[in-house]
């Protein structure tokens, strides 16, 4: 972990333990390799959830 990212493994586990389960953090590759997921996800269909976020990244991998 880098200077900015100093105990954020900690303030996750506090976190997701007194929230749990309605809270879930995810940081650093896990949240990369989740974004990554959902785009290609938005790429792929053109249906819509009615789901905002989700229709923007629709929007945004179909002008690629």
Do not use: N
Request: proline residues 2%; glycine residues 8%.
């Amino acid at each position: 972990m880098g200077h900015q990212t100093d105990g954020l493994a900690e303030v996750v586990e506090r976190t997701e333990s007194a929230h749990e389960p309605a809270v879930r953090l995810v940081i650093d590759d896990d949240y990369t390799d989740r974004i990554a997921e959902l785009r290609d996800a938005a790429g792929s269909s053109s249906k819509d959830y009615s789901e905002t976020g989700f229709r923007y990244l629709q929007t945004l991998e179909g002008m690629r």
